[in-house]
């Protein structure tokens, strides 16, 4: 999987590429950005939302759990005074994520929902990812011509 950000007509703004299409993103209007389009939290937010809702969807057709609806909402709390280095006390990033997982089954089981459950968690990709990161690097290149 991969996913190539580049810039715009606008320091504030940046065109995602991914395999699924592209992506406008800007940045949060508490650090200057204009609020016209999704910022890089927002996009973290909803691949975990988006990832829960999927999976629990997939869990529920593979176990035979009668679904009517299920939905998944993300929430995030995000002190930016980290972020614009106004305060060194406060971290950069995400101070705490909440997931909610909302479903209507009137059909199902306690045991099938116990099961859709625990299944869900089990193999919601972004949820693991949050949870346990993986090792993380960062290289940078640069094509300035030295003298």
């Known amino acids: ?19 699924g299409g592209t992506i406008v993103s800007e940045a949060h209007p ?21 990832c829960a809702q999927i999976t629990c969807q997939m869990v529920a057709t593979a176990l035979g759990i009668p679904l009517t609806r299920v939905s998944a909402t993300a929430e995030g709390d995000l002190d930016l005074r980290g972020t614009l280095g106004v305060s060194r006390e406060v971290p950069v990033g995400f101070g705490a994520i909440r997931l909610f997982i909302d ?19 089990q193999f919601c990709v972004i949820f693991h990812t949050l949870r346990q990161p993986p090792e993380l690097s960062v290289q940078w290149s640069s094509s300035n011509a030295q003298p």
């Not at 999987?1 to 395999?19: F, G, H, I, N, Y």
């Not at 306690?110 to 869900?120: I, M």
Request: charged share 20%; with cysteine.
């Open 103 to 121: 479903i209507e089954a009137p059909d199902a089981t306690p045991e099938q929902l116990a099961s859709l459950r625990e299944k869900t968690e």
């Open 30 to 50: 508490g650090v200057g950005g204009p609020g016209t389009a999704s910022c890089s939290g927002d996009l973290l937010l909803a691949a975990l939302a988006a």
């Open 1 to 19: 999987m991969r996913a190539v950000a580049r810039q715009q007509d606008s320091p504030l703004r940046c065109m995602v590429e991914t395999t």
